[in-house]
């Protein structure tokens, strides 16, 4: 029997990684009430949407790490389950088909879309459109060309793709500065 998810306790989980996000670059954003876009960017006053990953980068696998103790580790330990994918949602909700990841960035009208690794501490930050073109295209040309996932929530189910980081690396812009060892003050 697959353990569906508790949407109250991830919804603590993405609020608590949003949290430790603003610490890490508060002086670079204005924090809203996520209805809209999840922060709004100092420089241009953009909105920034926010996906929080609870992995750590580098290879397959995938275990959530605690985030202050992984912030005083610079390279965490060989072992360590991590992965090299975005988990990049599609639908927030399968059944009502409402948008996810950077196709809810879009229709919230934000110019960028980040990924947060709360095990590391790594942010890839793209430009929405950037992103949707290239995921577009590259699923127009084979529908099949990235692995899917489903999350069985309570009461809904969230799907999309597990798109290599390294495919879409030539998308990322430095939009906030590279993250540093270091605990957040």
């Not at 994918?85 to 879309?113: I, N």
């Not at 069985?152 to 879409?168: H, I």
């Amino acid at each position: 029997m697959k353990k569906a998810y508790d949407f109250l306790k991830d919804l603590g989980k993405g609020q608590t990684a949003e949290a430790w996000f603003l610490e890490m670059f508060g002086r670079f954003l204005i924090r809203t009430d996520g209805k809209r876009e999840d922060f709004i960017v100092r420089a241009d006053g953009e909105r920034l949407e926010l996906k929080s990953e609870f992995y750590v980068t580098a290879s397959p696998g995938g275990r959530a790490m605690e985030f202050r103790t992984a912030l005083s580790i610079p390279n965490p330990p060989d072992g360590w389950p991590r992965s090299p994918y975005l988990a990049v949602e599609r639908f927030s909700s399968v059944r009502a088909r409402t948008p996810g990841g950077p196709w809810q960035a879009e229709s919230r009208g934000a110019k960028y879309y980040a990924h947060f690794y709360v095990g590391d501490g790594r942010v890839f930050v793209y430009r929405t459109d950037g992103m949707l073109g290239f995921l577009r295209a590259s699923l127009k040309e084979n529908p099949r060309r990235y692995k899917t996932f489903r999350c069985e929530n309570t009461g809904y189910v969230t799907a999309g793709y597990l798109v290599p980081r390294a495919e879409v690396g030539h998308l990322e812009i430095g939009l906030l500065p590279a993250w540093e060892a270091r605990t957040p003050r």
